[in-house]
């Protein structure tokens, strides 16, 4: 049905930034929910920015501040560009669209931050 395919991840020094996308392809309908979480080695995945439809974001505390998440509805795709990058930040990204009855999850993108 829905295929999401993460992309940007790779090894930054700290303080330095990235910009992951996310593409989702097949029928997507337009109300819905396109997140970012990540997990990190040995750790339970969590949620690192969330956005609407309609715009409307939250954050992790840890991110905010640091991390923008965006979208383009008629592109289907969103972003996290993160700034100031730290080495807690290390783990591997995965890009998540649900709504009503749906959820679904990208293969992820490893982001490595270290000197």
């Known amino acids: 049905q829905v295929q999401l395919v993460e992309s940007g991840g790779g090894l930054v020094q700290p303080g330095g930034s990235l910009r992951l996308s996310c593409a989702a392809s097949g029928s997507i309908f337009r109300f819905n929910f396109m997140d970012w979480y990540r997990q990190a080695p040995g750790k339970e995945r969590e949620l690192v920015a969330a956005?609407?439809?309609?715009?409307?974001?939250n954050y992790a505390d840890s991110v905010k501040g640091r991390f923008t998440i965006s979208r383009d509805n008629g592109k289907n795709k969103v972003y996290l560009q993160m700034n100031s990058l730290k080495p807690e930040d290390t783990a591997v990204y995965y890009c998540r669209l649900r709504g009503d009855g749906y959820d679904y999850w990208g293969q992820g993108t490893q982001v490595t931050v270290s000197s």
């Open positions: 956005i609407t439809s309609g715009g409307s974001t």
